[in-house]
């Protein structure tokens, strides 16, 4: 029952008026644009904030008793799974390495969208935006907090998950989610909108938490497809978020339209570009597959993002730059991306594999046009190698994009034959990308670019080994310098799943026959 | 609204977990949408429309005899996509090209 609140026989609409515009109010004895400094730097005009509308219109006492009831279920799973030692029914140990790149790459991103909501829950003059912004400010802090707790549980019995915030801060490929927050933190309160609640959250999260998390659910992890349908039940209200603070915007102000454009193209490819992770982890980590990322691509973006583009085109607005690039690259970057990471296992806190036949066989038929020409060849490959004792471990430093911060894997669009690299010159230096789309973003605020933290440039500088490491000492090895101040257990977290630990673990836990000795499989990070 | 942009009917969407909460809300959408339809990926039902979707709060409470608040909808949802009008008696999704 709701507590009864202003009057009892107010309708939804009324009471949600009554329950937001009525918390706000005009300063008297400072100017307004002293105390509400950031709305209006970015150049979009509004003229009427009282248009806002938040959809939901949920209260907040509304707000507590619901997400009050969704916390009692969700800790209700995750204990039961704890009780019944539920880690043992997942369906295979591969797929704990999934979970690793969840805590390590998504959970520190909930907690940066935590602060950055609270920022500009702050900043907004328009009482429903603030609102709006300060519940999703504490959506994204229960979301840091649940998925810690449920992945804790896991923490226990497998490697790799030990200290997952400080790998945010230093691990090379997790500076891909960690600057794709910080370049949407240090904009203004409505780049920073578009960029998450629109472009992350309206236009790209449905695949992380919709089709993972029902593999979660197919893979016997009832603790992590709670916490994940949990969140995004959540994100449903953070989308309609979303979209409500573009449509206001373009609403309020034709000159509005333009600004907004541009917005949308720099954060739909960023958004694209970091969601590999998650192409990577539907195709490769879930051992029982439930859909391919090409599938769920053409679901959620190109069915559910062309009728929300269409939708938009009534403002001026068309859809994102580099989206056809991106519909290419359904049929290839998840592959692109397991095949980096099996080469540089040797640096990354979770295990990598080869897949197993029938896996193969899986991504052949939801890939017919491209794995069996291009990705299946390389894998067979590698496996011959490794069945040989030459397990291969990359040790060199590859060249990352200076905008995502994702080694140069891609491929040309029309020609998966060819890494696909772009230069730009500034200020005499000379700065690296992925892709045409990476290459726009920084030529459009290069000053802001010339700044990213470069995980192989910082190596190379000598900026990644603990204090009073001597690089010219004899016998120094940089990579073994490396993962030690990133705090990895080398030999533990790392390597190939075959041969690891956690493997072996799991086997004995369960009764099941032990694994053949993997040997030949680390011999080649020895080598 | 010219010819072009009218051919294309866009799909809305709404996806709940599946459980015995959802179940009369399902019911409910199946009911009063002819042209909803309903998959069922693991943990999941997933409903979609084309154009518009409509979630009556009456056909709740006859599926289930109880009295529903349609708010109570936050608790199992997933998903969803479009437009949202809701107030004490309906909850709608729509786009609006």
Known sequence: MDAPVIKKKLGLKDRYAAMTRGLAWDTTYQPMEKV???????????????????????????????????????????????????????????????????????????????????????????????????????????????????????????????????????????????????????????????????????????LLFVPFMSGAAHNGDMSTVTFGFSAQSDESRHMTLGIECIKFMLEQDPANVPIVQKWIDKWFWRGY?????????????????????KESWEMYVEENGGALFRDLARYGIREPKGWKEACEGKDHISHQAWNTFYSYGAAAPFHTWIPKEDELQWLSEKYPDTFDKYYRPRFEHLREEQKAGRRIYNKTLPMLCNTCQIPLLFTEPGDPTKICHRETEYKGEKYHFCSDGCQH??????????????????????????????????????????????????????????????????????????????????????? | ???????????????????????????????????????????????????????????????????????????????????????DDEFSLSWQH
């Open chain 2, 1 to 87: 609204m010219n010819a072009s942009t009218v051919s294309a009917v866009s799909s809305v969407f709404i996806a709940f977990q599946d459980n015995e909460e959802s179940r009369p809300v399902v019911d409910a959408i199946l009911a009063d949408n002819a042209q909803a339809s309903a998959t069922y990926p693991p943990g999941l039902v997933k409903i979609n429309a084309p154009g518009r979707l409509v979630i009556r709060r009456e056909t709740i409470e006859e599926q289930t005899g109880q009295r529903f608040n349609l708010q109570q909808l936050h608790v199992n949802l997933v998903t969803l996509s479009g437009y949202i009008d809701e107030d």
């Open chain 1, 273 to 293: 570009r970091l969601l590999t992770l998650v192409a990577m982890m539907q195709d490769y980590m879930l051992p029982k597959r439930v859909m391919s990322w």
């Open chain 1, 441 to 527: 973003v920084f030529e459009d605020e290069p000053e802001k670019y010339v700044q990213s933290w470069l995980p192989v440039q910082q190596i190379y500088q000598g900026h990644c080994f603990k204090p009073g490491v001597d690089p010219t000492a004899e016998g120094f090895d940089p990579l073994l310098a490396v993962l030690d101040w990133y705090g990895m257990n080398v030999g533990r977290d790392n390597f190939d799943f075959e041969g690891s630990e956690d493997q072996k673990n799991f086997a004995t836990w369960r009764g099941d026959p032990a694994p053949v000795s993997a040997t030949a499989a680390q011999q080649g990070a020895q080598s």
């Open chain 1, 36 to 206: 509400f400094p950031f709305d209006q730097y970015e150049g979009i005009k509004i003229h009427d904030w009282d248009k806002w509308e938040d959809p939901f219109r949920l209260t907040m006492d509304a707000y507590w008793k619901y997400q009050g009831e969704k916390e009692k279920k969700l800790y209700a799973v995750i204990e039961a799974f704890a009780q019944n030692n539920g880690q043992l029914g997942i369906s295979d140990a591969r797929y704990v390495n999934a979970l690793k790149l969840f805590i390590q790459g998504v959970t520190p991103l909930e907690y940066y969208a935590h602060r950055g909501f609270a920022h500009v829950g702050r900043h907004f003059t328009g009482a429903g935006a603030r609102v709006a912004a300060q519940m999703q400010s504490i959506d994204e802090l229960r979301h840091y907090q649940t998925e810690t707790h449920a992945l804790s549980h896991y923490n226990k019995y497998f490697n790799g998950m030990h200290q997952p915030t400080q790998w945010f801060d230093r691990v090379w490929y997790l500076s891909v989610p960690k600057s794709f927050f910080e370049d949407a933190l240090s904009g203004g309160p409505f780049e920073f909108l578009t960029a998450v609640s629109f472009s992350f959250e309206y236009v790209l999260t449905n």
